[in-house]
């Protein structure tokens, strides 16, 4: 798409460059035209331009064609005062437009330096992409249709963070930070440390797990004993019995302590490491992991700082998507409020990147109304994938709600005007286009609404319109008709 962008600035350059060179160096009284399509001054398939009538020494009405009068509405003159591009062809009908036939014995919208009089341009198909958009072509054919248009309601608001994936890191016992593993701007995933505290609290549950391991143990090894010398007839059924009773008692205690740890953070792998028959020794360090994946953006701790629990250390947030909050004023809350679709589409915009959109979708609506105000705050999800929006920014909204109505439309860019008058390029036959007057009506988002001049089904050039008015319109910018 960059691509195509700046392959499209150039060409207009070139032909802005090409139409003033040719205006300022071109000999008065000589023609300079070309068009879109690439065609020559001359081709061998159509007549070379004639002189001029008093160059021959006959009235030019002597020589023209039999049956054809001055008033012949068929005929177009190519008079000195009148200009090419004046907009006398958005006056004529395309009847009148495919019957006129120029000084050069041929169809006005086929002659190469004649149809652009009649409001026509050529466009070599190479040019063309697909209706998908698919390809690397200058112009982009579209197919007018009605559509259901939406009703926007404006309004503005502050982005924030996905209040839903963020977290306030902090620790669960008291301590002190012994190893910082990330910074401002980390990105992490879950479950990676974060940072290390060292605690006494934790110090002594710790000690107290290991005793409750060891006489978890030594009750078990008692109890298989007492089993073993009661299946011999040495001992009685009722050693056997305290032996088991000691044994579920010590495995209680074992496991309310290790259930306090897990309290305070602590993994089943970092327990597994302090046990008897591991390497690992975890002595009162407290591993403080992330409960989620994101990006550290902010941190209050350093290496040697006391901190309690309930401080925030850091403050982790997963920026993907984030939340904007708005004001809806009391007046457009019916139209919200009924609005079919469900959930209600939204196009927020940003200061920082004019003329784009980011999508997002309202998933929340105020219960109370702000009695200062008059508003009511909504809440938009909005995809933040390629993290360009900040929390703290300020946006506007747009948001659409189903109308109901069906209107014909076309793209913005599709549209041009030419002395206050608007127009389109529309299909005309092969690869000819024919600019057409239209009427506009509402602007829709990216889209026109047009309540006159087109009909569903007729194709029309979407992106690369401008290149073919600056086509048309070549007249103005110093390329005319032979004298």
Sequence with gaps: ??????????????????????????????????????????????????????????????????????????????????????????????????????????????????????GVVKVDPSLMRDAAGRGDGLFKPVSVARGEVDTVLNATGEIQLNGNAAAHITPRVSGVIRSMQVDIGTKVSMDQVLFEIESVELGQALSEYRKALALTELSRKNLEREKSLFARKISSERDVIEAQMSHEQNQAELEAVEQRLHVFGLKDRDLASIRPDANGILVGRLPVRAPLGGTIIEKHGVV???????????????????????????????????????PTPVKVSVHAFP?????????????????????????????????????????????????????????????????????????LAEDYYLRREVKKGQELDDNVEIVAGLAPGQTIVADGAFLLKSDVLRSKMGAGCAD
Aim: charged share 30%.
């Design 1 to 118: 798409m960059r691509t195509q962008r700046i392959r499209l600035a150039i060409l207009v350059a070139v032909v802005f460059i090409a139409f003033g060179a040719a205006w300022f160096f071109w000999p008065k009284g000589q023609d300079a035209r070309g068009s879109i399509s690439g065609d020559a001054a001359a081709r061998p398939d159509e007549p070379a331009h004639r002189t001029h009538a008093a160059e021959r020494g006959a009235p030019a009405a002597e020589k023209a064609p039999e049956g054809r009068g001055a008033h012949d509405h068929a005929h177009l003159d190519h008079e000195h005062g009148e200009e090419a591009g004046s907009g006398r062809d958005l006056d004529m009908s395309v009847e009148e437009i495919l019957a006129a036939r120029c000084e050069h014995e041929i169809p006005t919208h086929r002659c190469a330096m004649c149809r652009y009089e009649v």
């Design 304 to 342: 040697g700082e006391v901190v309690d629990p309930g401080r925030d250390v850091l403050l982790l947030a997963d920026l993907s998507t984030v939340w904007v909050w708005a004001h809806i004023y009391e007046k457009d809350m019916r139209l919200l409020l009924e609005n079919k679709r469900n």
């Design 355 to 427: 003329g784009r959109a980011f999508g997002g979708v309202i998933d929340y609506i105020g219960d109370t109304m702000d009695e200062e105000t008059r508003t009511v705050r909504v809440r938009v999800t909005v995809d933040n994938d390629q993290g360009l929006l900040r929390p703290g920014m300020f946006c506007g909204i747009q948001i659409l709600v189903a109308s109901g109505r069906e209107v014909l439309a076309v793209p913005k860019v599709a549209l041009l005007s030419d002395e206050g008058r608007d127009f389109v390029f529309v299909h």
